[in-house]
């Protein structure tokens, strides 16, 4: 018996490295050697092994990204490093002052900038301790947020144990993210089911993430870009952009798509780079940030009570969609208020915002089917429908 288990822990060892080989190369790289079929052979012969030499089982295990049990409430994880968010504008000229301003604040020097996406997706914190994963959470009020540990194990993508020699403290931050084919996908199961559908992939990873039962996270196509850090020890980077190598010789996923610049016309000319190729990536982007590339001169740049001075979001024209009414339904309520439901079709549901009636009514139906809700009141009508992402 001895002899079959010595012989089960080092198989099991030998498919464990095998299996997170495959999952770098088909997360990361996008470069997948082997098919589905036999990646799930694989995956079923670790998972038999383990449940017959149940003592091998180790919490970081691939078969351990299925989830464990629900929660019954999310605990609060205080951040070593606050979370705040940055200031954002639709302007190129609000950016060109944005870059006046921090030359202003340090003047007669160069000051480079990192252009990169802005991720549409779910502000969250990964910490790692000595390379192991050690909690996770979410954003919430930029101090304190929720402990999505479980839910952010179940992602392929997100290393239990970073590659290669770790740092002591290394907190990973970024956007997790439904991918386009898999919003779709997930959609359609939902409505085959007859639940409500999402809104959008932002909506639909928000709420896999929150979700107090990590078996749902686990089935849903999540994923995650790594683009900056928190509280940290032992990492010897200096500017920003040495980060992005850093995360990939970790086994961190992260951007591929990024430029440094040092003037105003250099930033609006990859910001407009980045605009003509954004619709090609698995994930769902809404503008692109800027920020500061040298540590040392964020420190001198400082913050303001909500965003940092070194950093700025700039967004993109809200897309559109052409939607075409079908029918619309009224319907008069006890208080002989009349609330009407508005039939649309839409070729790009994913790209469209569910309004509430403002009477408060319940006739509300899931945006992705090309509803809306619309309300009446004497002689004038409002119909609320957005094909903007939200």
């Given at each position: 018996?001895?002899?079959?288990?010595?012989?089960?822990?080092?198989?099991?060892?030998?498919?464990?490295?095998?299996?997170?080989?495959?999952?770098?190369?088909?997360?990361?790289?996008?470069?997948?050697?082997?098919?589905?079929?036999?990646?799930?052979?694989?995956?079923?012969?670790?998972?038999?092994?383990?449940?017959?030499?149940?003592?091998?089982?180790?919490?970081?295990?691939?078969?351990?990204?299925?989830?464990?049990?629900?929660?019954?409430?999310?605990?609060?994880?205080?951040?070593?490093?606050?979370?705040?968010?940055?200031?954002?504008?639709?302007?190129?000229?609000?950016?060109?002052?944005?870059?006046?301003?921090?030359?202003?604040?340090?003047?007669?020097?160069?000051?480079?900038?990192?252009?990169?996406?802005?991720?549409?997706?779910?502000?969250?914190?990964?910490?790692?301790?000595?390379?192991?994963?050690?909690?996770?959470?979410?954003?919430?009020?930029?101090?304190?947020g929720d402990d999505i540990t479980q839910n952010i194990k179940t992602i392929r993508s997100v290393p239990h144990q970073l590659r290669g020699a770790a740092p002591k403290l290394f907190e990973v931050r970024g956007e997790a993210y439904l991918d386009r084919d898999g919003f779709k996908k997930l959609n359609k199961e939902r409505e085959a089911a007859g639940l409500p559908l999402f809104a959008n992939p932002r909506n639909a990873a928000a709420g896999s993430l929150k979700h107090l039962d990590p078996k749902i996270a686990a089935q849903r196509p999540l994923g995650i870009v790594f683009y900056g850090t928190g509280a940290t020890e032992g990492v010897d980077v200096d500017l920003h952009s040495e980060v992005f190598p850093l995360f990939k010789r970790l086994g961190l996923p992260t951007h591929e798509n990024w430029w440094l610049a040092d003037s105003i016309e250099k930033i609006l000319d990859a910001i407009r780079k980045l605009d003509r190729i954004r619709h090609d990536f698995p994930y769902e982007t809404d503008g692109a940030v800027i920020k500061v590339d040298a540590l040392e001169q964020r420190e001198r740049l400082g913050f303001t009570a909500k965003s940092p001075r070194w950093a700025i979001a700039y967004k993109y024209a809200a897309e559109r969609v052409e939607t075409k009414l079908l029918d619309i339904k009224v319907q008069v309520g006890r208080t002989k208020r009349s609330c009407s439901t508005s039939k649309f079709k839409s070729d790009e549901p994913g790209f469209s915002r569910q309004w509430p009636c403002s009477n408060r009514c319940s006739s509300v139906a899931a945006p992705s089917r090309g509803r809306r809700c619309t309300m009446r009141t004497r002689s004038s009508a409002r119909t609320f429908a957005s094909a903007t992402p939200s």
């Open positions: 018996m001895a002899k079959d288990e010595a012989q089960a822990a080092k198989r099991i060892a030998q498919l464990r490295d095998e299996i997170r080989k495959h999952d770098r190369r088909y997360y990361e790289e996008a470069a997948p050697t082997i098919s589905d079929r036999e990646y799930d052979r694989l995956y079923k012969e670790l998972v038999d092994l383990e449940a017959k030499f149940s003592d091998l089982v180790t919490p970081d295990s691939p078969t351990q990204r299925v989830g464990g049990k629900p929660l019954q409430a999310f605990a609060q994880i205080q951040h070593r490093v606050p979370m705040l968010s940055l200031d954002n504008t639709y302007s190129e000229d609000e950016v060109a002052n944005f870059y006046k301003r921090i030359t202003r604040l340090l003047p007669n020097e160069k000051i480079p900038v990192v252009i990169e996406p802005k991720v549409d997706g779910v502000a969250v914190s990964v910490m790692y301790e000595t390379g192991r994963l050690k909690y996770a959470a979410t954003r919430g009020d930029g101090l304190v």
